[in-house]
């Protein structure tokens, strides 16, 4: 609070606080340092800095104008005084003008941009120049114009012929300080020194205001001395000793005037009107925003204006003030919970500080121990390259060394040799020596006298990635995080036949980047997740499921920094039973398809296969072929097939088809070209043939106009099946999908697991 009540002029408490216009304080003897008095002949303001109002009366002028020695004496009566035209009512409605500037708002108060300062920092008016042709005044002739800017605000404020004592007295702040400085003294009363090993500790002689530590005398100079850094430390007494910033003692820092020198325990004195000083407050000017006496409204100068009583104006705004105290006080409360958190912040940051440069230390020792490790195994290829040159030097020199001696020897002989002057002697031995010469010189072949190795190193060390790469190493700045979880659009997720489609995207308002999706599935029974689509994409198709059953499946995006969290689980169940109709993609190009690949005929007298669109690998599937047309007995086939069977021969004849071939009178199966169960009963125009595939008991069953033809067809079939036929031009069938088994044929449903 004390930064409250301290003044923005001189920095101590106030002394005799006064109310400027813009509602700020400042004391008043430091008001009278900051005013600025100016001839009114020399001052020449812009016309909307002009005051308003009456002029000056004669005795003021000439006691503002007053040359001198005295003159700054002479300004201070002036600025004081209260001049009798001041406190009569005589000034009417003009009067309260004559505190102000002229605005547009009459506020009461000017705003204005000024080029001057005093010498203690405060700004004031600055001079303008006179106009031109304006004949200038002799020194002290005109009238004096004084005029006071806020130290705060910057906003300037013209004085009456009262002077200062035209601004209201604040008593209540008055008060306030009073009553601070009393415990202020109570309290340096007891004030001890923090630093003394004596007990009880000496009394403070002196309080450091940067340190904030009070000190006795030998406590200061062996702790504080006037040296060094505490050199610009600035020290003043105890708080509530003479002298002390705010204490009890000192110019005018104790006691007050008028109504406000009482203790804070006594009565004060009611304050009185500042234009009748007889009168007291007894009512609010809600207009005029100050409080009047009984004579302000007989006179009429409030006389028009909404006024309340001072009592429940008080009550009012003292709600007001507590109301928005206590907007205050939830701000503060909140401020303090931030400072918490940023004085947890702080030490967070330094462990996480700490924690870092132990990481860096660590990561950079690793990288000085692997290039450590790669130099030792560097330096050995080098060791080893050395001795292995060094060994075939010293073998080459060993080995030249030996031929030389032998050289030598034979060279010494055959001279001996020749100086021999027996010729029946030498001619014995001749032949030998000359072949064992030959020999010798023939050792000294091309290349015999080189060295075998290079004295230079044949090993160049590639640094310059590395080194680049050290240049490089440097902290990623924007540290990345894995993505959120995706949202799986239920809306658009479904299944059709024995595919499944999802879709999903990403939360809104999400800045982590996202590389890419994984898309997970199970087997349908309840089994491990497994991978199915790894990319960029959001929506998904996955296509031959099985049938009849019931699927779960979940998505996670991944990024640079890793993989995030798993979506929630989504459960897609596929169709009951089969759709599916002839593929023309896999067909034989002689296969004639129509009704919307429904019906098939061909157009060659060969036999030509078709298979369907889906295929099977478990469940119990049944679907069947009616014969549109049957002319000249042919031999049409209806079965399953791998999805590589040979489309250009009967249906059954290699061993990637299972099928049953029928004429007009008897069927036969067929697989791998091999005939079995030839049974009576065939087909002709407008026959349908079933066809029952049960994967869960691994069997293949055929029926004719809905009777079983023959025993089952083929067992221990296992694997990835697709509805298959084979005809040629003279037979044309329409294939019926999507039924239920017949009853005297259907199987029970396996639980899922």
């Known amino acids: 609070m004390e930064e409250e009540l301290k003044c923005p002029v001189c920095g101590s408490l106030f002394r005799e606080p006064i109310i400027l216009p813009c509602s700020h304080n400042v004391c008043l003897p430091c008001a009278r340092t900051i005013a600025v008095q100016t001839p009114e002949t020399e001052q020449h303001l812009p016309p909307l800095l002009h005051p308003r109002g009456p002029a000056p009366t004669a005795a003021a002028a000439a006691t503002a104008a007053a040359p001198g020695p005295g003159a700054a004496a002479g300004s201070a009566a002036c600025l004081d005084s209260e001049c009798a035209a001041g406190g009569g009512g005589g000034g009417g409605g003009d009067h309260a003008d004559k505190l102000s500037l002229h605005s547009e708002t009459d506020s009461g108060y000017g705003s204005y941009t000024p080029s001057l300062k005093s010498p203690n920092g405060v700004r004031v008016l600055p001079l303008v120049p006179a106009p031109p042709g304006a004949a200038a005044a002799p020194r002290g002739a005109g009238p004096a114009s004084s005029s006071l800017t806020c130290p705060q605000c910057h906003r300037s404020a013209s004085l009456d012929q009262r002077g200062l004592r035209g601004f209201q007295r604040n008593r209540l702040l008055e ?309 959120p979880v995706p949202l799986l659009q239920l809306e658009k ?95 034989h190009r002689d296969i004639v398809l129509s009704n919307d690949n429904q019906t098939a005929t061909c157009n060659s007298y060969d036999d030509r296969v078709v298979l369907g669109t889906a295929a099977f690998s478990k469940g119990v599937h049944y679907w069947e072929l009616h014969v549109d047309r049957y002319d000249n007995h042919p031999d049409p086939a209806f079965g399953i097939a791998r999805i590589n069977v040979v489309k250009d021969m009967m249906l059954g004849k290699d061993d990637k088809a299972w099928a049953m071939y029928v004429d007009n009178n008897r069927s036969w199966f067929m697989h791998c070209n091999s005939h079995t169960n030839r049974t009576e009963g065939g087909v002709s125009k407008g026959a349908t043939v079933g066809v029952l595939l049960d994967l869960n008991k691994h069997n293949l069953t055929f029926y004719i106009n809905g009777q079983q033809q023959g025993p089952p067809a083929f067992e221990n079939v296992e694997g990835v099946f697709m509805p298959a036929l084979s005809l040629n031009r003279n037979v044309q069938v329409t294939l019926h999908t999507g039924l239920e088994v017949p009853q005297c044929v259907k199987q029970p449903k396996l639980p899922n697991n």
Request: net charge neutral; charged share 20%.
């Open 493 to 587: 997720c479904c299944t059709r036949n024995n595919s499944v489609t999802l879709a999903w995207r990403m939360p809104p308002l999400s800045h982590n980047p996202v590389e890419g999706y994984i898309l997970e599935l199970d087997d349908g029974d309840g089994g491990q997740f497994r991978e199915v689509y790894v990319g960029k994409e959001t929506l998904c198709t996955i296509d031959g499921l099985h049938f009849n059953s019931t699927y779960n499946a979940r998505v996670k995006a991944f990024n640079s920094s890793g993989v995030g969290p798993y979506s929630k689980t989504v459960i897609l169940q596929t169709s009951d039973v089969a759709w599916f109709t002839f593929d023309p993609s896999s067909a």
């Open 175 to 483: 008060a306030i300080v009073q009553r601070y400085q009393q415990g202020r003294a109570a309290a340096a009363a007891a004030a001890k020194c923090q630093l003394c090993d004596r007990n009880p500790p000496e009394p403070a002689a002196v309080l450091c205001e940067q340190c904030e530590v009070l000190y006795c005398a030998a406590c200061q100079l062996r702790c504080h001395p006037a040296r060094g850094p505490f050199a610009k430390h600035r020290l003043a007494p105890p708080p509530g000793q003479p002298g002390a910033p705010g204490g009890g003692g000192g110019d005018g820092g104790g006691g007050s005037s008028g109504s406000g020198g009482k203790g804070a325990g006594g009565g004060r004195k009611l304050p009185t009107c500042a234009e009748h000083d007889l009168e007291n407050y007894s009512m609010y000017c809600v207009s005029c925003r100050s409080p009047v006496c009984y004579q302000c409204l007989e006179e009429g100068k409030h006389g028009k204006h909404d006024v309340k009583a001072l009592g429940a104006m008080w009550k009012q705004h003292k709600a007001q003030l507590s109301q928005a105290l206590n907007g205050v006080s939830d701000k503060a409360k909140e401020a303090k919970e931030f400072l918490v958190q940023l004085k947890n912040l702080l030490q967070q940051i330094q462990e996480n500080g700490l924690d870092y440069e132990a990481c860096l230390v660590a990561q950079c020792d690793a990288l000085v121990d692997a290039l450590t490790r790669q130099k030792a195994k560097l330096l050995t290829k080098v060791t080893k390259e050395r001795e292995h040159k060094l060994k075939v030097v010293w073998d080459q020199i060993n080995h030249c060394t030996l031929k030389l001696r032998q050289s030598t020897g034979l060279m010494e002989y055959c001279l001996e040799v020749i100086k021999e002057n027996d010729p029946s002697g030498f001619l014995q031995i001749s032949d030998a020596l000359i072949k064992r010469v030959q020999v010798s010189q023939e050792q000294w072949v091309k290349g015999a006298l080189e060295p075998k190795v290079s004295a230079e190193f044949d090993l160049t060390l590639d640094s310059e990635p590395l080194l680049q790469s050290i240049h490089q190493l440097d902290f990623i700045q924007m540290k990345c995080r894995v993505p």
